[in-house]
C-alpha cells in the first residue's frame, strides 16, 4: 500500500469516470502510456486488477470502484488541507484580471473565484468574457493576467509564443439534448446516433470556438444559428434540436436539458488551458490553481 500515490488515485478516478485511457490522458493533459504506467503501478500496489482492458475503453472492476471512490475523498482532503494551511499564513492580495471564453465563465470560472474568496480573500479579481483573439491581446497588454481558453482539433491554431500554458482538467466536449429526447439518460452515445439529429449552432465571432454539429460529422442539418449559449440551450429545452456543449458548462444547463458524452473514436479531443506570462507572480499562480480546483469542482462525481 504504501507504494499509492496521490498521482495514481487521480489517474484512476480519471479513468473509472471516463470509461478510457485515452479520454483520461486528454483530461489530465498526460500521453496515454503515461496513463497506463499509473494505471499499473497502482494495480500492483493494491494487488487487484482494477479495470478490465475492453475493445472500445475500460470497465471498472469492483476493486477499481473502490479506489475510485477513496481517490475521490482523499484527493478532496489534501485539496482541503492545501487550501487551510495556505490560509495559516496567506499574505496575497491585490488585484488580479482574468479572462475567459464564454462557455468558461458558465460554470468554471465562477467555481474558481468562489474557491479564491475561501483561500484568498484579500486577493481581488476582475472578469472579462471575450473571445479568445481578445483574450490573447489583452493578456499581452497587460490588461488581464490570466485567460482561459480552449485549444485542439477544429479551433484555430492560435499564437501563444512567449506565455506560459497551464493545463486545466476541465473535459472535452459533450452534447446538450432535450430532457426528454431518446438519448437522454444514457452515458454516452456512438457517433452514429447523432447523425441524423438538427443542430442548434452557435453564431459566434471569428476566432471564436464555432460550436455546430459534432466535429466529425459530415454535412449536419443546422436548423438554428445563435451567438448566446442561453438561446442555444433554450431552443434544445423546448425540443428543437441538440447542442455541441463544453463538458465545463454542463452544470449551467437549465431544466428541461440534459448532457451525454459521445464515444468517437476518430475524434482527437480539445482541451482547456490557463495562459499567463512566463514568470507570474503568486498572486497569478494562485489564481490558475483556483481554475484547477474549480474544473475539479465540475467533474462527474465530485463531492
Known sequence: MAEMTLEGLRVCREVALLGSFTAAAHSLGYSQPAISRQVAAMEAAVGYSLFDREPRGVSVTPAGALVAEHAARVLNGVTALSRDLDGLGDRLAGRVAVGAFPAAMAALIPHAVAHLAVAHPGLAVTLAEESTPALLRDLRGGRVQVAVVGVGTGLPNYDFEGLRQHPIPAGDLCVAVPADH????????????????????????????????????????????????????????????????PELAVASVPHGVATVAVDDPAWPGRRTVALTAPDPGLAVLAVVAAVRAGAEDLRPGAT
Open 182 to 245: 431518446r438519448l437522454a439518460g444514457r452515458r454516452a452515445v456512438p457517433v452514429r446516433e447523432l447523425v441524423e439529429e438538427p443542430w442548434i449552432a452557435g453564431a459566434g465571432s471569428a476566432g471564436d470556438p464555432q460550436f455546430a454539429a459534432w466535429p466529425t460529422l459530415t454535412d449536419p442539418l443546422i436548423r438554428h444559428r445563435v451567438r448566446s449559449w442561453p438561446a442555444r440551450l433554450g431552443l434544445v429545452a423546448t425540443g428543437l434540436g441538440i447542442c455541441l456543449l
